[in-house]
C-alpha cells in the first residue's frame, strides 16, 4: 500500500513552495497558481490544503517565524550570560546562506504586512517576542552587574531589536558591504560599548 503524506507535511511542503517563489519573483507572484506549479500539483489539490491566497502565504510566514524558533531551542546555551546574549543575536542576522534566505523572505512579509491586517497580527507578534527575549537577556545581564554603569536593561532590548533589524535588512540588500565579517565586527563594537572591554564573547 503506498502511505500518503501526512497532511501538516504537505502543507509544509507547499508552504516551502510560497518560500521559494517569494524569493526568486517576490511575493506579489505568490498566486495559487504559480505555487500549485512550484509545488508540482495542480490548483484544485492545492486548495484541498489551502483555500486562498491569504491562508498560504499566511501559513508560510508562520512557518519562517517557527523554524526560527525551532532552531533556537535547539541552541545549548552555556550559561554565561555575555556569550549567550551574543549567541541569541546572531540566530537574527544574515551570517549564512539559509539566514539570508529566511531575512530576505521576512523583509518580503513585513511590506505585505502593510496591507495586510493578518499578516500584520504576525510581524507585531513576532517583533513583541523578540523584544522581550532580548529584554530577558538585558535583564539577566543587568542582574549580573555585567553591564556597563548607567546602561538600561529596557532601552538595551530596544537597541539591541534595532540592531538586529538594521543588519538584517542591510545584509540582505547589501550583501557585498556588509558581510558576515562586517556583520560580525558591529555586533563586536555594539557588545564593548554594552558590556565593556569582556563584552565580546564569541
Given at each position: 500500500?503506498?502511505?500518503?503524506?501526512?497532511?501538516?507535511?504537505?502543507?509544509?511542503?507547499?508552504?516551502?513552495?510560497?518560500?521559494?517563489?517569494?524569493?526568486?519573483?517576490?511575493?506579489?507572484?505568490?498566486?495559487?497558481?504559480?505555487?500549485?506549479?512550484?509545488?508540482?500539483?495542480?490548483?484544485?489539490?492545492?486548495?484541498?490544503?489551502?483555500?486562498?491566497?491569504?491562508?498560504?502565504?499566511?501559513?508560510?510566514?508562520?512557518?519562517?517565524?517557527?523554524?526560527?524558533?525551532?532552531?533556537?531551542?535547539?541552541?545549548?546555551?552555556?550559561?554565561?550570560?555575555?556569550?549567550d546574549?551574543?549567541?541569541?543575536?546572531?540566530?537574527?542576522?544574515?551570517?549564512?546562506?539559509?539566514?539570508?534566505?529566511?531575512?530576505?523572505?521576512?523583509?518580503?512579509?513585513?511590506?505585505?504586512?502593510?496591507?495586510?491586517?493578518?499578516l500584520?497580527?504576525?510581524?507585531?507578534?513576532?517583533?513583541?517576542?523578540?523584544?522581550?527575549?532580548?529584554?530577558?537577556?538585558?535583564?539577566?545581564?543587568?542582574?549580573?552587574?555585567?553591564?556597563?554603569?548607567?546602561?538600561?536593561?529596557?532601552?538595551?532590548?530596544?537597541?539591541?531589536h534595532?540592531?538586529?533589524?538594521?543588519?538584517?535588512?542591510?545584509?540582505?540588500n547589501?550583501?557585498?558591504?556588509?558581510?558576515?565579517?562586517?556583520?560580525?565586527?558591529?555586533?563586536?563594537?555594539?557588545?564593548?560599548?554594552?558590556?565593556?572591554?569582556?563584552?565580546?564573547?564569541?
Amino acid at each position: 500500500m503506498v502511505k500518503r503524506p501526512d497532511p501538516e507535511r504537505r502543507r509544509e511542503d507547499i508552504a516551502d513552495a510560497v518560500l521559494r517563489v517569494i524569493r526568486r519573483d517576490g511575493i506579489g507572484a505568490a498566486s495559487v497558481r504559480t505555487v500549485a506549479d512550484e509545488a508540482g500539483m495542480s490548483t484544485g489539490s492545492l486548495r484541498h490544503f489551502f483555500g486562498t491566497q491569504s491562508e498560504l502565504l499566511l501559513f508560510a510566514m508562520e512557518l519562517i517565524t517557527r523554524r526560527v524558533y525551532e532552531r533556537i531551542a535547539r541552541i545549548e546555551f552555556s550559561g554565561e550570560p555575555r556569550r549567550d546574549v551574543r549567541t541569541l543575536t546572531e540566530q537574527f542576522v544574515p551570517l549564512d546562506g539559509d539566514r539570508r534566505a529566511e531575512m530576505d523572505i521576512w523583509q518580503a512579509f513585513v511590506v505585505a504586512a502593510r496591507t495586510d491586517p493578518t499578516l500584520a497580527e504576525v510581524r507585531d507578534r513576532t517583533d513583541r517576542e523578540m523584544y522581550e527575549g532580548f529584554l530577558r537577556a538585558t535583564s539577566a545581564l543587568g542582574e549580573r552587574g555585567l553591564l556597563v554603569d548607567g546602561a538600561d536593561a529596557e532601552v538595551e532590548a530596544m537597541r539591541l531589536h534595532a540592531l538586529v533589524d538594521g543588519l538584517a535588512a542591510h545584509g540582505v540588500n547589501h550583501p557585498a558591504r556588509v558581510d558576515t565579517a562586517r556583520i560580525h565586527a558591529v555586533l563586536d563594537a555594539h557588545f564593548a560599548a554594552l558590556l565593556g572591554p569582556d563584552g565580546n564573547s564569541r
